[in-house]
């Protein structure tokens, strides 16, 4: 059976997108710090679960050890864990700036390294959760969006290194998602890309033949010149 491992699967655009994996027949493991959640997540979708701190290189090794472990391959990563603290560059602590790069770039950058070789047999796909501030000016997001640029261009260097072996990988780049991380913006859910939108790209991208390549997603809410 397939495999996909997803990091911050517990909950918003990581468990939409691990619902869609288990509905196209892939099992799962689920990695999250809030184990409640994780462990509610992993009942419904029959998956295996790991508590996680993507800032921990251990960890982050355990993990694909783990996953490698109960399922003897892996076919799909999908980077989801992510947090944002939004503020402008003058108001933002050395704190938060540093949490923003290490969670939103380091962590992806620390289990796609240790996943490549499990991917490279199997001619993988990652999926890089970004967002649309890594792609435009984002006066209030700054930092975060600068940890989302630096992931875009991680993964589009990825996709050329990875080129001889069949790796793919695509950084989607989404506008205000109705999750808990957007409730700050005052928006309401229904004005908001929803989680389910990001996990049908996801499932769009996996239904390409392995000739097709796509580097990027940006999905625009619409109505909306910006975020």
């Known amino acids: 059976m397939r495999s996909a491992l997803v990091t911050g699967g517990s909950s918003g655009i990581g468990l939409a997108i691990a619902r869609i ?63 944002g603290i939004a503020g402008r560059i003058g108001d933002t602590s050395t704190k938060h700036f540093d949490l923003q790069q290490s969670v939103n770039l380091r962590g992806a950058f620390l289990v796609t390294r240790e996943a490549l070789p499990a991917l490279r047999e199997s001619r993988g796909y ?4 970004a967002s649309i501030a890594g792609t435009i000016p984002t006066p209030g997001l700054a930092t975060y969006g600068a940890a989302k640029a630096a992931l875009i261009a991680l993964t589009r260097s990825l996709v050329r290194e990875e ?65």
Do not use: K
């Not at 990652?126 to 959760?129: I, R, W």
């Not at 996990?199 to 990027?216: D, G, W, Y």
């Open 163 to 227: 080129r001889e072996t069949g790796v793919r990988a695509t950084a989607l780049c989404p506008a205000f998602v109705d999750t808990p991380m957007t409730t700050w913006t005052g928006l309401e859910g229904a004005e908001m890309i929803q989680p389910e939108d990001c996990a049908e790209v996801v499932r769009s991208l996996l239904r390409l033949s392995p000739a097709a390549r796509v580097p990027l997603v940006v999905i625009e809410r619409a109505g909306d010149d910006v975020v």
């Open 126 to 129: 990652v999926v890089n959760l």
């Open 21 to 83: 994996l288990r509905e196209e027949g892939y099992a799962l493991t689920l990695a999250a710090r809030n184990v409640e959640r994780l462990e509610t997540a992993a009942h419904e979708l029959e998956a295996r679960t790991f508590g996680l701190d993507v800032r921990d290189e251990e960890q982050c090794r355990r993990l694909v050890a783990a996953h490698l472990e109960t399922h003897s391959g892996l076919d799909v990563l999908v980077n989801s864990a992510g947090v």
